[in-house]
C-alpha cells in the first residue's frame, strides 16, 4: 500500500501512529484486533519490536554498528538469539555480504538503506512502515529497494505501508491512500 499527500499532510503521523512510535490524542489504533496504545510503554516497545519494521529515508544506523549488528539490533534489544543461517540469507538476498563488518560511514547510500531494511526485516514483522526508503537514493538503488520489499510481501506475506513521492515506485502498490489534511480521502 502506498500513502500520497502534500507534505505536512499527515502521512509520517499515520505511520509513526500504527507503529506504536507516536501515541494518538484522540482514537484508537488497532493493528490485529488489539488497540495497541492501550498498551504500556513496555509492551509498545515490544510490539514495535515483535511486529513492526520500520525504514526511513535516513536509514537511522547507529553508526558504531557494523552491518551485521545494525540488522540484528532489534533482536539483541529484545533478547532473542539470532539465527546465523537466516542473518547470512538475509547479508545476501541484500546483497551485503561482503560488507557485514563494515560501520555505516563506509557504505553507500544504497548500502545504508539495504542495511537498514534488514533490520526491518530480520524479525519477521507482520508490518514494514517505510517513510520516503528511495528519497535519497539514485534510480538504480532506488529500484533494487523496491525489488526487496516486493519480495518481502511477496515470500514473507508481509504487509508494506510506504510514504513516497515516486510515481513510478506508486504504481506497484496494490493500493494507494490518499490523505489530505490529517484525513484519508
Do not use: W
Not at 490524542?25 to 498498551?39: A, L, M, N, P, Y
Not at 534489544?77 to 563494515?102: I, Y
Not at 528511495?134 to 518481502?152: H, P, R
Amino acid at each position: 500500500m502506498r500513502l500520497c499527500g502534500a507534505s505536512g499532510s499527515g502521512k509520517s503521523t499515520l505511520l509513526h501512529l500504527i507503529g506504536g512510535v507516536d501515541r494518538p490524542t484522540s482514537g484508537k489504533v488497532f493493528i490485529d484486533g488489539k488497540d495497541i496504545h492501550k498498551f504500556n510503554d513496555d509492551e509498545l516497545a515490544i510490539f514495535r519490536r515483535r511486529q513492526v519494521g520500520l525504514i526511513y529515508q535516513f536509514y537511522n544506523l547507529i553508526p558504531i554498528l557494523n552491518v551485521e549488528e545494525n540488522i540484528t539490533l532489534p533482536l539483541d534489544l529484545d533478547n532473542r538469539p539470532v539465527n546465523k543461517q537466516k542473518l547470512s540469507e538475509m547479508l545476501k538476498l541484500l546483497g551485503l555480504e561482503q560488507r557485514r563488518n563494515h560501520l555505516p560511514n563506509e557504505l553507500s547510500g544504497g548500502q545504508q538503506q539495504r542495511t537498514s531494511i534488514g533490520r526491518a526485516m530480520i524479525t519477521n514483522p507482520a508490518i514494514i512502515l517505510a517513510d520516503e526508503p528511495t528519497g535519497n537514493l539514485d534510480s538504480k538503488a532506488s529500484d533494487e529497494i523496491v525489488a526487496l520489499l516486493k519480495k518481502s510481501n511477496r515470500d514473507y506475506k508481509q504487509t508494506i505501508i510506504m510514504i513516497t513521492h515516486n510515481m513510478e515506485i506508486a504504481k506497484i502498490a496494490d493500493r494507494i491512500i490518499k490523505i489530505e489534511d490529517g484525513k484519508i480521502v
